[in-house]
């Protein structure tokens, strides 16, 4: 059996994965196609991770697969485009930092995980962490951009709980292959009628999609998925806080980008939150915390 560790580590390849997909995109792809993008993503990487595990869904596995799609890739990438368009200076990443929260009390409803008050210490940790590494003086609030944030952190959450809760008759890659596929045929004509015909794409853009629709879409989303039918919820929503932490280490290792004191001290309780909020650690806290009984000898000692 793997181990819970093992696990985890994998688990943390998908916000790694998103995290890169910043630089990639501001550097290699077409700028204000978001929608094409999003499309790019999911369809035809779907259909390959398709024919890499085919199979077939059956009944009611068809709308409920089509329902995952819809949340977790068609509304969901289109809820953060229309968010990270209008809220500037990061504040759309540090709305979404209250996922980890959200997908705790739904474990809780739906899935009968009952959240330890540490993990939920260690979420508002880390989405302090994350406002602290995002934002920026001056921000203004859009209505529209704050809804649509939280709007996205409402579908992603329940795509995530619905995902670990149900047990489809298929394997869980080619269950994520429909996902993508269904999700982005959804897609496929929103983007026709709001952005128009597909862009000219040279060899970077090229390749800057094959390494968000390989690495940051069929194998985040596969081991990101694999972590939640595998591990409490609270552990695996926590894990997605180094998203914002890989963008700005990429952004400094490969962009000339500059750590601020308060960006190190935001990475420092996003990192913080993440490991404090695991299980694992929780158990650890309680021992350390619970005093040790007195022995035999000890009892009656002279004072």
Request: glycine share 12%; aromatic share 10%; net charge positive.
């Amino acid at each position: 059996m793997e181990s819970r560790f093992v696990t985890l580590a994998l688990t943390a390849i998908a916000p790694v994965a998103w995290g890169s997909g910043y630089f990639v995109t501001a550097t290699f792809l077409p700028p204000d196609r978001p929608l094409f993008g999003a499309v790019v993503r999911a369809l035809p990487f779907g259909l390959l991770l398709l024919a890499l595990r085919p199979g077939l869904l059956h009944g009611s596995w068809w709308w409920r697969t089509a329902a995952l799609g819809l949340l977790n890739f068609a509304a969901f990438f289109t809820l953060v485009f229309v968010a990270a368009y209008r809220l500037p200076g990061g504040l759309a990443a540090t709305l979404t930092a209250v996922s980890p929260i959200v997908v705790m009390l739904l474990a809780w409803a739906f899935a009968g995980e009952r959240p330890r008050a540490g993990s939920l210490a260690a979420g508002v940790v880390g989405a302090v962490g994350v406002a602290l590494l995002v934002l920026r003086g001056g921000a203004s609030l859009d209505l529209i951009g704050v809804l649509a944030a939280f709007a996205s952190v409402a579908v992603f959450s329940t795509g995530f709980i619905l995902v670990k809760v149900w047990q489809p008759p298929v394997g869980l890659l080619t269950f994520t292959a429909w996902q993508l596929v269904l999700g982005g045929l959804v897609l496929a004509p929103v983007a026709l009628l709001v952005e128009g015909a597909p862009p000219t794409l040279d060899l970077p853009a090229v390749g800057g999609y094959a390494f968000i629709g390989l690495l940051g879409t069929v194998v985040a989303y596969a081991v990101w998925f694999r972590g939640a039918r595998r591990l409490p919820a609270a552990a695996v929503s926590l894990v997605g806080l180094l998203n914002p932490v890989a963008g700005i280490l990429i952004g400094l290792a490969f962009a000339g980008e500059h750590l601020t004191p308060t960006s190190a001290l935001g990475m420092a309780l996003v990192l913080g939150g993440v490991l404090l909020g695991q299980p694992a650690m929780l158990d650890r806290i309680r021992v350390w915390r619970t005093p040790a009984p007195a022995s035999c000898a000890d009892v009656g000692a002279p004072g």
